[in-house]
């Protein structure tokens, strides 16, 4: 079993910041990668950053220069501190591990809202 805990959703007004975090737990060997996805109404789930394992962050276009992510290996956590937020950014955040060997595959928290409103 793998569970995935999230934190630190909320509401913010625009250009603000929220930092969210996901932490991993359970019958974990090996996480390669590590990442956040969100989907707002009416539209399809995108990714927003992922860190795989001693490689470099991927970030999407609308996101570059505002989020970084990053992770706590000891931990088993990954962050996503997002910066000068626009109620674009406004959806349901998830967390995703990809695990390798024996549980090998994709993992999801639950999700957080972000709601980016004045």
Do not use: H
């Amino acid at each position: 079993q793998v569970q995935l805990v999230e934190s630190g959703g909320g509401l913010v007004q625009p250009g603000g910041s929220l930092r969210l975090s996901c932490a991993a737990s359970g019958n974990i060997f090996s996480i390669y990668a590590m990442g956040w996805y969100r989907q707002a109404p009416g539209k399809q789930r995108e990714l927003v950053a992922r860190i795989p394992s001693g490689g470099t962050a991927y970030y999407a276009d609308s996101v570059k220069g505002r989020f970084t992510i990053s992770r706590d290996n000891a931990r088993n956590t990954v962050y996503l501190q997002m910066n000068s937020l626009k109620p674009e950014d406004t959806a349901v955040y998830c967390c995703n591990v990809y695990l390798v060997g024996s549980m090998i595959g994709d993992y999801w928290g639950q999700g957080t809202q972000v709601t980016v409103s004045s």
